[in-house]
Every structure is written in C-alpha cells, then in structure tokens.
C-alpha cells in the first residue's frame, strides 16, 4: 500500500520552492549583469583561465598606455632631429657659398655659431620631464652650452689652438697657418675632443645607454636616442670649429681647408642624423605595430572572458520567466493541497 | 447465548472503539511531528466476542537508517562548502578583488608603467603603494585563514559538547524503553524520543545502531568505533586558543579513537565533524600552503643579483633576510611575515630609484652603474621574472612550476574547483537527505485524512454498539415488565 503522510504532503512543495527561488535569485543577477552569477561555481577550476585573461587584459591595456608615452617620447625626438638635420642643411649651404667665395667669413662665421646654438637648445629638450638625448641619464641635460660663461669645452678647445700653434686665432701671427698645419691640427687636436674623451668630459652628460622598454607582453626594444651619436658630434665639431676660427687672422689657405673639412663633416654628419632618424622611425613603428597587435589581443582576450563567464541574456531572461511561472504555479498548488482535507466535510 | 453476554459484547466493543478512538486523536495531534511515528491499534478478539486492543507504531528500519545516513552525509558536505564560501570571501574577497593574484597584476602594471617612465619618482612611488598591496593582500589573506581555523576550532568544540549532550540525553531515552519493554508498557513515545534524538547525532557524525534484547540500542560510528552502549562514551577534544601556518590542529576522540578528516570537494566527511576537520586541516591548510609559497615566489622574482655575490631579497623581504628563501620549499607561514623592503620604501624613508638601480644590498648590488634617472632595464627584468617559470613545493597542492602570478591564479583556481565540487554535491546530498526525509515521513507519518475516515469507521461502530445496547436494554425492560 503506497501511503502519503500529511507532513509529506504539505511539505511537499516546500524544497521545491526553496531551490527556484534560489534559483531566481541567481537568475535575476545573471540577466541584469550579463556574466555568470558566480563565477567560481560556474567555471570550477577553469576559474584560474577567467583570472588569467583578466589579468593578461589588463597588464595588455596597461602597455598599451605606457607605449603611448613611449610613441609621443619618439615622435618628439623625431621633430628634433628633423630640426637638427635642417640646422646642419643651413650651416652646409653657408659652408658651400663659403667655400665659393661668395660669403663674408662673418657670415660664414655667425651660421656657425648659430648652428652651435640651434644644436644645444635642441639637444636639451625635454618631454615629461626627462631630457630626449640624455640615454638613461635624463635628468642632467645631454648638452653642455659651447657658448656659455666658463664652458669647459671652449676652454678646451682655445686651449689647444694655443697649444699647438703657441698663439691665438685673433694674433695676427695666425696669417701664416698653412693648410696642412690646419689640416693636422683638425686632425689631431680637434678630433679627439669630439670622439675621444674629451667629448664625455666637457660636452656630453649623455648615456650610451639607452632606455629599454617593454612595448608588449615579450617585446623589449631600446626606445631613446642620445646626443652621443656620431652624427651629432660630427655638427657639433663642424659648428664649432666654424664658429672659433672663421673670423679669426687666420690664412685664406687655413681657412680653405678649414671649410672643405667641415663640409665634408656636416655632409657625414647629415647622413648619420638620418641613420638616426630612420633607426627611431623603426621604433616607431614597432612600437606602433605592437599596439596594434595589442588591440587585438584586448579584443581577443575579452571575447574568451565573456566565452567563459558571459551568459546568453535572452536565455537569462527566459530563465527567469519561467522560474517565476513555476514559482507562481507551485504557489498555487499548495494553496489548493491546504483546502484538500477531509476535515471539510465533516460537520 | 444470553442478552447478558450480547451486553458485555456491547460493552466491550465500546472500550475497544474508545481506546481506537484515543489512539486517532494522538495520531491527529502530532500530524505535523516529524519525529512521531503512527500508532496503529490492533484490535485482536480474543475469547468470542473479547476484544483487546493492541498499540503497534509505524517503523521502517531501512528508510530510518538511508535517512539518517543521508543526513549525515548531508550535513558533512554543508559544512565544507558554507566553510569555504566564508574562507573564500575573506581571503580573496568578493570577485577576487583582494585576492593576491589582483594585487599582483596591479603590481605588474605600476612595474610596467615606472619601467616606461624611470625617471619619474611619483611613479616609482606607486609601485612600492602597488607592492605594499601585495603584502597586504598576503598578511591579510594569512591572518584571515587562521581565524578562520581557530574560529572552526571553536566550533568543532561547541559541537563536541552537544554531542557528548545528546548521548547523555539518548542514554535517558535508552533507558526508558528498556524499562518499558520488561514491564511490557507501551514505549511508542520513547522509541519517538531515542529515534529524534538519534537523527539529531547523525548530524555531528554517522551512525549505526543494532537493537539488543529488551530494545536496547548500541550506537556504532559508521567506520565501527563504538559511541553508545549501555552508557555513551565520551567524546574528547581539546580546542586550541589560536593557530599558526603549518600547526595542525588537534584531533577529535571517540572512546580515545580519532575520528578522521574528509577529504576531497565531494567529501567524504560524513557528519559536521569530519567536514569542519576537513576545513580546518585541509582546506585552509592547503589555501596557506599556496599563500606561502606565493609570498616565497614573490621574493624570489625580486632578489637582487649579483656576478659572485649570493641573491639577496630585493622589493620584498621576510625575517630571513637578506637571503633568498631556499628554491621549491615551502616555508610556513611566509605569507604572514613578508614585507616591502625599507630601502625602497618612501614612507619608511627609503627611496624607489634603489629598486630601479638596484643595491637594497650594498653597493655590489647596484645595477645601474652610469646612474642614469632613466635606467629601465633591472625593471624590466623583474617585469620578465613575475612570467619566468620557477618550481613550487608540490606539498601546497598545485602546478609544481609555473610563474608566480599564475601560480596566485591557479590558487584561485584549485580553491573555486573544489568549491564547485562542493556546491554541486551539497545540492545532491540535501536532495538525497530531503527524499529520504520524505519517504521515511510517507512510510510512518500521518495521514490526517485517512485517520479522520478511520473515525467515521469507529463513530459507526460505537453508534451500532451503543444502539445494540439500547435493544438490549429495551428488551430486558420489555422483560422485567412483562415479568412486573
């Protein structure tokens, strides 16, 4: 005989209702959300992967803003050496009509110095606070001013005229400079105070050093310049040696070779700030494509999150649909099993 | 035959129907019991036309014992899961938010921001903010998982008590129906009393029970250690006033044999004991475990090196500094004690620029040897070792090598993996126990309904019985005043 206990009856809906309401609750959460109402009890172990993607997101949106800081540091150092390309192009046209004789030493003189000056201020700018050409040391501007009181390179470099000629450029024994003295003493005097370690000491603070930066999740890349570039100190020497001796007693000869050498200095010195340019302009590419790539990693990686913790709405919304219609049935029927008793009809 | 005796048959016909009719009404009154059993009157006729009246109650031994074993087994598993979902939320909070695993992601970020920017001390300053969080969320994490297992440990002491409680009072129980049945009284309602309380003990822990002469009870545990006979034993346990990582907790006694843990998402833990053992000595154990060793890989990424020198802590150090904790071994209660190195640290008057160049450890250890403000490389460096493989002690219960910050992931990961396994049996169980529950209510409840027919039955029999009495009294009167 199959027997159904009273307690049994009217209980009978009572664990049912329990378990869709519950149900309901989560239902509710997961419609208006969009995302699983918990995740962890949803995913299980595979929560580790929600995490994951999350994470990796947000270390990937988190470069892709640290590389527009490295883009807008590029693009800057790539105005300023398109500017110090120009101010090497002007001192080569003044050295050109100069070497034809068409330019008054003065003239030829003055571009020099103004190419120093052009040189120094654009060596010295600076984004964010950190100097563009200093390497890593971007705190101390790359650039010690040629023309400023006490400057240890003019020092330096008077000094050494005097040191091997044993008089200055403004003495008018400096008429009998031949061209080969000059041509030795560019050479052998001047040179070394750009390329040997004379540069360090008096011109540069710069680093050889540059700054490396993660531009993706495996991407490392150099992503400054420094003002120690053979291209920059060649303008540099060219500048100053215009600038110091054009419009001293020196030879028509001195002078000659003195132009011819500069010239051929500010030519090499064109060609490297190029090479320097077209090195950024790789960077900034590589930069730029590794955003890019980035970009589609972020979407990629939002796409497998909401594969793993997304709910379809539509089927959310169903769902609460029809726990509400069971919810409101179940109700219903208890309410009808209450007035089925015998006791009624009993009087 | 005499009207005599169809007056006695009336009479006792009316006794019957009035100790039925008792009988119903009891049965009516604890409808809603779900500890009373129906009593059934067995009516037997005796000598012709005797009747006596029988009180049998309702069992079914099968249905008693799958429910109370569902109930333990419920109980157990309930225990596991509320537990975790409480030690979850309090050591990585809601949505993982103060998890470590978050904390190191930010950390990484800030890295990768002050890597771009090293130069810019503010930056600087929000990666030792970011690392303060990490050791925060660790410190925290770790403090949290051993309240939470003194805090279990209070309550495994608070359920031995009602246990060694509930034995007392099922000894009185017992004893009850002993005494009832030699007297040969009706036991119904002690029987009642032993089974509810029986049902109340399989809470704390499973149960199997054999019946003796005079039904006497002995109360076995389901792996046989003996909890009742003829007196209970005793169940001991000594709660501890705190706990540390790595310290195991004291174990529970039944008559001097421990009961053991459960162990596994769906547990084996049958009964709140083993499941709250289980919590106190696997779960957060194990979620320690993973803390420390976290903490251990986090020192280790950051140690600074040096060409013969030994590494020694970097951005994050411990007590044992400066040396680096020893590789793949987990060290108790590391995660409690990490800390953010002071050198680099602004508030404690450090500076960040020692962890761009290096040094924490002396002038051997400074990387950035041309001291440029824009030195990035020992950034990105640590940068590359948060993802850098490294091998974890296999004792703490995941990956054995992978990168911290998927370690701190996979943590998350093994911690929700067990708690699904968890939420899903707890389902079943209680659905198992709520069936069972049913069905045993279905085999021995009462049907008010079918008790209130049963009425009508006995109204008609007393009505007849009571009308037979009347003819007979009438026919006696017919008699005497004829006689008159």
Redo the contacts between chains.
């Keep these: 005989m199959t027997s159904v206990s009273s307690a049994a009856l009217t209980n009978a809906m009572r664990y049912q209702q329990m378990r869709m309401q519950a149900d309901l609750v989560k239902a509710t959460k997961e419609s208006s959300t969009g995302r699983v109402a918990d995740v962890g009890l949803a995913l299980g172990a595979r929560t580790a992967q929600s995490v994951t993607f999350s994470r990796d997101l947000d270390r990937l949106n988190g470069i892709v803003d640290s590389n527009g800081l490295i883009s807008a540091r590029l693009s800057a150092t790539q105005t300023s050496l398109g500017q110090l390309s120009a101010a090497a192009q002007s001192l080569l046209s003044s050295l050109t009509s100069a070497s034809s004789g068409d330019g008054a030493n003065s003239i030829t003189q003055s571009s020099g110095n103004s190419t120093l000056q052009q040189l120094t201020s654009i060596l010295n700018t600076s984004v964010n606070g950190e100097y563009l050409f200093a390497g890593t040391n971007t705190d101390v501007k790359p650039i010690n001013d040629f023309s400023a009181a006490g400057s240890s390179a003019k020092a330096a470099f008077d000094a050494s005229f005097v040191a091997r000629f044993g008089f200055t450029p403004a003495d008018p024994a400096a008429a009998n400079i031949t061209a080969a003295q000059m041509d030795s003493f560019i050479t052998n005097d001047v040179q070394p105070q750009f390329f040997g370690a004379g540069w360090q000491a008096n011109w540069s603070n710069a680093t050889d050093q540059q700054i490396v930066s993660r531009i993706a999740l495996n991407e490392n890349t150099p992503t400054s310049t420094s003002a120690n570039q053979d291209g920059i100190r060649k303008l540099a020497m060219a500048a100053t040696i215009v600038s110091s001796l054009m419009s001293s007693n020196i030879s028509k000869a001195a002078k000659d070779t003195l132009i011819s050498r500069s010239t051929t200095m500010v030519g090499e010195a064109l060609s490297g700030i190029g090479q320097v340019q077209s090195q950024t302009g790789i960077i900034q590419k590589r930069v730029s494509d590794a955003t890019d790539r980035m970009k589609t990693q972020v979407d990629l990686f939002e796409r497998h999150i909401l594969d793993l913790e997304g709910v379809d709405p539509a089927e959310a919304a169903t769902r609460v649909a029809n726990l509400t219609q069971h919810i409101e049935n179940s109700f219903a029927l208890t309410a009808r099993l209450q007035q089925l008793s015998l006791l009624k009809y009993l009087t | 035959m005499s009207l005599s005796t169809a007056l006695n048959i009336a009479q006792s016909a009316l006794l019957a129907t009035s100790r039925q009719t008792a009988v119903v009404s009891r049965n009516v009154a604890d ?2 019991n ?1 500890n009373y059993s ?1 009593r059934i009157a067995v009516v037997t006729s005796t000598a012709p036309g005797a009747r006596s009246v029988d009180i049998q109650r309702a069992t079914d031994d099968l249905l008693f014992r799958q429910n109370l074993s569902a109930l333990s087994a419920y109980s157990g598993q309930n225990a596991l899961y509320s537990g975790m979902d409480r030690l ?1 939320l309090s050591v990585n909070g809601v ?2 938010a103060s ?1 470590p ?2 904390a ?3 950390l ?2 800030a890295l ?2 002050y ?6 001390q503010n930056i600087g300053s929000t990666v030792i903010d970011a690392a303060k969080q990490v050791v925060r969320s660790l410190n925290d994490g770790s403090k949290a998982i051993q309240d939470f297992r003194t805090q279990t440990d209070g309550e495994i002491g608070t359920a031995v008590n009602d246990l060694n409680s509930l034995l007392g009072q099922f000894q009185d129980a017992n004893r009850a129906v002993i005494s009832g049945t030699r007297s040969g009284t009706d036991v119904s309602d002690a029987l009642d009393q032993r089974d509810a309380l029986l049902k109340k003990i399989s809470d704390y822990i499973p149960v199997s029970t054999f019946t003796r002469g005079d039904n006497d009870m002995v109360v076995n545990t389901a792996d046989g250690t003996t909890l009742f006979e003829t007196i209970p034993r005793s169940v001991t346990f000594t709660p501890s006033s705190g706990y540390a990582a790595g310290a195991a907790g004291n174990a529970v006694y039944i008559d001097n044999v421990p009961i053991s843990a459960g162990s596994g998402g769906n547990t084996t833990a049958s009964g709140k004991l083993a499941g709250m053992l289980q919590l106190r000595d696997g779960v957060a154990a194990t979620m320690q475990s993973q803390l420390d060793e976290t903490a251990r890989g986090l020192i280790t990424a950051f140690a600074e090196t040096a060409p013969s020198m030994p590494n020694a802590t970097g951005l994050f150090t411990w007590p044992g500094a400066p040396g680096v904790p020893p590789s793949g071994a987990l060290i108790n209660g590391l995660a409690s004690t990490i800390s953010v190195n002071a050198a680099m640290d602004p508030s404690a008057g450090g500076s960040p620029t020692v962890l761009r160049d290096g040094g924490a450890n002396g002038a051997a250890y400074v990387a ?1 040897t ?8 020992l950034l ?1 460096a640590y ?1 590359d070792k948060l ?1 850098k493989p490294m091998s974890f002690d296999p004792a703490a219960g995941i990956s054995v090598t992978s990168s911290v ?2 370690y701190a ?2 943590s ?6 067990v ?3 968890a ?1 899903t049996a707890a389902d079943a169980k209680e659905a198992l126990a ?1 069936r069972t529950a ?1 069905a045993l ?10 008790e ?2 049963l009425m ?1 039955d006995l109204e008609h029999t007393y009505q007849a019985s009571a009308r037979m009495m009347k003819t007979v009294d009438d026919m006696l009167a017919a008699l005497l005043s004829a006689v008159g």
């Design positions: 409808a809603d779900p129906r979850g949505d993982n998890s695993s978050t190191i992601a930010n990484q970020k990768q921001l890597a771009t920017s090293p130069s810019n950035n041309s001291g440029g403000a824009s030195y990035s490389t990105v940068g993802d910050s998927d992931a996979n998350i990961g093994w911690f929700q993996g708690r699904q396994q939420s709520q049913d209510s279905n085999a021995t409840g009462v049907n008010v309904d079918q209130m027919s009508l």
